[in-house]
Nanobody, 118 residues
């Protein structure tokens, strides 16, 4: 079981940056693949970025490649999403999630709002 709590969201102007954090409870954090999803009003929840349990492999949605960076610090049970060059279309609630290799995204945080003004 993993309990996830996100922070770091807020209001930022287009072109600005934010760093989201997600702290996980549990002793097996390092065993989980971690991901960041986002959901804008009226749209589906989409995977933005993911990182392997070892931290040696990452993947990104095309819309954020080159602007967002996912990382993890297993000593702090934390996964980060550094977001640069933000655009108004990045506005959404951002959720972190965890899954075991080969499993489903079963564990979710409550989300943090990111709003980018033009």
């Amino acid at each position: 079981q993993v309990h996830l709590v996100e922070s770091g969201g807020g209001l930022v102007q287009a072109g600005g940056s934010l760093r989201l954090s997600c702290v996980a409870s549990g002793r097996t954090f390092s065993s989980y693949l971690m991901g960041w999803f986002r959901q804008a009003p009226g749209k589906e929840r989409d995977l933005v970025a993911a990182i392997s349990w070892r931290g040696d492999s990452t993947s990104y949605a095309d819309s954020v490649k080159g602007r967002f960076t996912i990382s993890r610090d297993d000593a702090k049970n934390t996964v980060y999403l550094q977001m640069n060059s933000l655009k108004p279309e990045d506005t959404a609630v951002y959720h972190c999630a965890a899954r075991m290799s080969g499993g489903n995204w079963n564990f979710w945080g409550q989300g943090t709002q990111v709003t980018v003004s033009s």
